[in-house]
C-alpha cells in the first residue's frame, strides 16, 4: 500500500486503511495502550497513533521514542479527542530507526533559534522550521509561475565568473591552486596556472548574463546562489544567498518598478491563501503583526518618490537617525523602514538615486547626476529588491565604467551587446531570503535558508 501523506488524511474521511511513515513527535503511555504523535513533513499537523499494547505491537514500541523514524499501519477512525478529527489505530508498526532519549536534542519544548543553528541538520524537523521549509518550496513554485505566465523565459547564470557584476571587489576567489604553489608564482606565471588561465569567483549577481539573455529572449529571468564575500555579521547578510533576477527588453524604469510590485503582491498574496496554516503558526509565535502587515500590502498601490523626496522626507521626520541622511547618501535599512512603517505605512518604490552610489551599469538619466535606479523597500526587511534601467548606450557605459575604475577587458562581451542591436532594457535582483523574511516574519536571514553561510561559519 502507497505511504499516505499526514495532508492527505487531514481530507480524508474516516474508515479505510492507511500507512503512515514518519517521525515521532512525542509518546505517551497510558494502561494497555500509548498514544505517538507522527509528523511525516507534509504538513504542520501531527497524526495521533493509538497503539494497543499487543504481543504484535509491543516489540516495535520498545524502540520508539521522540525522534524515531516508523511505520504505522491501520485504521483511520474517528478520534473521540478534542482538536483532532482523526487518529490512527494501529495494527503494526515498524522501526526503521531509534533516537536515543538520552542525547537527541529535540525534545518536547521550546529551543531558542541559536541554539537550532547549531543543529541545522535536525532543525527541519520543528514545527518553525519545517513550515519554514514548505514556504520556501511553495515561494519559488510561485516565483516560477509568476514568470511563466508572462511569457519569461528561466536562464541559467553561471556560478562560476571572471567579472565582478558589482564593482565592489567582495568576489570569492576560486583557485585549484595550492597556496604554497600560488605564493611561490609570480602574478604572471599564477595567473597562467590557474584553471580557467585567469582569477576566478564565485557570482555575486546573474544580472549581466541575464541582460544578454534579454537582448536576445525578450523577457527572461534567473533564480539560483549568488555569494558575497562580505564580512558583514547580521541579521539581513549571509554569504551565499539566492536571488531572482528578471531582465525586460524594451523596457524602462517606470516597467521595471511596475514589474518588481506586481511580483511582490503575487508573492505575498501566494503565500497568504497557499501557506495559510503555516503563515498562522508564524502569526501566533514570531511575529503577531505578520498578517496584519501583509494583508496591508496588498491594500494599496506602493508609494513611489525619488530619492531627493525621500531625503527630504527623512529630514523633516525630525529623527535622529543613527546614519546621517544628506542628497548623495544612500539609505540605510533605519530610513528604509521609516519610510515604510511610519510615514506612509505601506511599501515604498524609491528611484532615481545620485549617481556617485549606484553601479556602473545603470542609466544615467538626463540631469547627468542621478541614475534610473530604484529600490523597492517593505516593512520590517527594507529594500527587498534593487534594480534599474539600464544603461544601452555604449559611450556612456564605456565613461561610466572608467570613472568606477573597471577595466574594459573583463567586460568586452558585455559592451559587444552595446555595438550590436542594443536596445533599452530594465531589470532588478530580489534577495529570495529577504522575502522569506517577510512573508514568515523571521528576523534573521540565519533562519531561512536550510544551511546558512556566514562570516566563520561552513557546518553542514
Given amino acids: 500500500m502507497q505511504r499516505t501523506r ?7 474521511e474516516a474508515g479505510g486503511p492507511v500507512l503512515l511513515k514518519g517521525w515521532v513527535r512525542t509518546r505517551r503511555d497510558a494502561k494497555g495502550f500509548s498514544f505517538l504523535e507522527i509528523n511525516d513533513g507534509s504538513c504542520l499537523a501531527n497524526v495521533q497513533v493509538v497503539a494497543d499494547h499487543t504481543p504484535e505491537l509491543l516489540p516495535a514500541l520498545e524502540g520508539v521514542s521522540t525522534g524515531a523514524a516508523v511505520a504505522v499501519n491501520g485504521e483511520l477512525v474517528a478520534s473521540p479527542a478534542s482538536g483532532q478529527r482523526w487518529e490512527v489505530r494501529a495494527a503494526s508498526i515498524i522501526l526503521y530507526g531509534g533516537a536515543d532519549p538520552e542525547s ?25 522550521y519545517g513550515a519554514m521549509l514548505r514556504v520556501r518550496s511553495e515561494m519559488a513554485l510561485a516565483v ?23 564593482g565592489a571587489g567582495e568576489m570569492f576567489r576560486v583557485s585549484n591552486l595550492e597556496p604554497e604553489k600560488a605564493a611561490a608564482l609570480a ?52 554569504a551565499e544567498f539566492w536571488m531572482v533576477e528578471p531582465e525586460v527588453a524594451f523596457a524602462d524604469l517606470a516597467d521595471d518598478m511596475a514589474l518588481a510590485e506586481d511580483l511582490v503582491c503575487h508573492l505575498v498574496r501566494h503565500a497568504l491563501t497557499r501557506c495559510e496554516a503555516d503563515l498562522a503558526l508564524f502569526g501566533a509565535f514570531v511575529d503577531k503583526t505578520l498578517l ?17 523626496e525621500a531625503v ?106 552595446r555595438r550590436y ?5 530594465a531589470g532588478f535582483g530580489m534577495g529570495f531570503e529577504r522575502l522569506l523574511m517577510l512573508v514568515t516574519g523571521i528576523a534573521n536571514i540565519r533562519d531561512v535558508i536550510p544551511y546558512p553561510r556566514t562570516p566563520g561559519h561552513l557546518e553542514f
Fill in 187 to 238: 602574478p604572471k606565471e599564477r595567473e597562467a596556472a590557474e584553471f580557467f588561465g585567469r582569477p576566478a569567483g564565485l557570482t555575486v549577481s546573474g544580472q549581466l548574463e541575464a541582460e544578454l539573455m534579454a537582448l536576445a529572449l525578450g523577457n527572461v529571468y534567473t533564480f539560483g546562489p549568488t555569494f558575497r564575500a562580505e564580512n558583514s555579521n547580521t541579521p539581513k547578510h549571509a
Fill in 6 to 12: 499526514i495532508l492527505d488524511i487531514l481530507a480524508k
Fill in 312 to 417: 527630504a522626507v527623512l529630514l523633516a521626520s525630525g529623527r535622529n537617525f543613527e546614519f546621517p541622511v544628506h542628497e548623495k547618501s544612500d539609505l540605510q535599512t533605519e530610513h528604509e523602514r521609516y519610510l515604510c512603517e511610519e510615514h506612509f505605512k505601506r511599501p515604498v518604490i524609491v528611484y532615481n538615486y545620485p549617481k556617485e552610489i549606484k553601479a556602473f551599469y545603470m542609466r544615467l538619466n538626463n540631469d547627468g547626476k542621478t541614475v534610473a535606479a530604484m529600490d523597492l523597500l517593505v516593512p520590517r526587511i527594507g529594500e527587498l529588491c534593487g534594480g534599474s534601467q539600464r544603461e544601452e548606450r555604449l559611450d556612456v557605459l564605456s565613461r561610466r565604467m572608467a570613472e568606477a575604475g573597471l577595466p574594459p577587458e573583463p567586460y568586452w562581451w558585455y559592451l559587444d551587446t
Fill in 144 to 166: 516560477h509561475d509568476f514568470f511563466r505566465a508572462r511569457g519569461f523565459f528561466h536562464v541559467h547564470a553561471p556560478i562560476l565568473t571572471g567579472s565582478d557584476c558589482e
Fill in 104 to 128: 537527541f536534542q529535540l525534545q518536547k519544548k521550546r529551543h531558542s533559534d541559536e541554539f537550532l543553528r547549531g543543529i541545522a541538520h535536525l532543525r527541519p524537523r520543528t514545527n518553525k
Fill in 421 to 425: 542591436g542594443s536596445a533599452p532594457h
Fill in 292 to 308: 496584519p502587515t501583509l494583508e496591508n500590502m496588498l491594500a494599496a498601490p506602493f508609494a513611489r518618490l525619488t530619492h531627493a
